[in-house]
T-cell receptor
Framework: DGGITQSPKYLFRKEGQNVTLSCEQN?????MYWYRQDPGQGLRLIYY???????QKGDIAEGYSVSREKKESFPLTVTSAQKNPTAFYLC????????????FGPGTRLLVL | AQKITQTQPGMFVQEKEAVTLDCTYD???????LFWYKQPSSGEMIFLIY??????QNATEGRYSLNFQKARKSANLVISASQLGDSAMYFC?????????????FGKGTKLSVIP
């Protein structure tokens, strides 16, 4: 089945620790995105990538980093510089023929211990 | 800057009835896209419907239709014949292609509860 997978479903971070959230897609989509969702809020864009080896900051990139070494993969690292990382993280991708419509993965819930 | 406003934090609808979820937007770009997503309690965002700013007709997808009123800058979602499985959060979002990045801007959402 084609789709977007995110792992893990739940992630716990200790103070001062970097953690990496995985996002993989087998839809052959060029563009991939990372969003953060806080309780009772809509999604806010962290980073996006339109092609391999290229990515751009979104509205709330501070404290996060990404890489795009393969078309299928767009991992997000939450660094120790992100002081309030507890949130729901959603990865999305879009097709080169229909770049407007983004399709989302199931999400990762990050909690701070 | 783009902005999406959803003024209904929560809505109730009787099963099999129709319901309208409100969305207004603000942008200075002439070319943009409008979207509705559904988020069940599981968390995944499910794409429902898309309307382009130059589309002459309102978009429809099964029981979902988008009431697009460009002059009023509104893009309301209409769900016909509500089902219990429609209970979820609904988000209105927009994107513009001005920067070529198709970034989505989301509203804060409306929680829809379908009553048996």
């Amino acid at each position: 089945d084609g789709g977007i997978t995110q792992s893990p479903k739940y992630l716990f971070r200790k103070e001062g620790q970097n953690v990496t959230l995985s996002c993989e897609q087998n839809l052959n989509h060029d563009a991939m995105y990372w969003y953060r969702q806080d309780p009772g809020q809509g999604l806010r864009l962290i980073y996006y990538s339109q092609i391999v080896n290229d990515f751009q900051k979104g509205d709330i990139a501070e404290g996060y980093s990404v890489s795009r070494e393969k078309k299928e993969s767009f991992p997000l690292t939450v660094t120790s510089a992100q002081k309030n990382p507890t949130a729901f993280y959603l990865c999305a991708s879009s097709s080169p023929t229909s770049q407007e419509t983004q399709y989302f993965g199931p999400g990762t819930r990050l909690l701070v211990l | 800057a783009q902005k999406i406003t959803q003024t209904q934090p929560g809505m109730f609808v009787q099963e099999k009835e129709a319901v309208t979820l409100d969305c207004t937007y603000d942008t200075s770009d002439p070319s943009y896209g409008l979207f509705w997503y559904k988020q069940p309690s599981s968390g995944e965002m499910i794409f429902l419907i898309y309307q382009g700013s130059y589309d002459q007709q309102n978009a429809t997808e099964g029981r979902y239709s988008l009431n697009f009123q460009k002059a009023r800058k509104s893009a309301n979602l209409v769900i016909s014949a509500s089902q219990l499985g429609d209970s979820a959060m609904y988000f209105c979002a927009m994107t513009d292609d001005g920067a070529g990045s198709y970034q989505l801007t989301f509203g804060k959402g409306t929680k829809l509860s379908v009553i048996p």
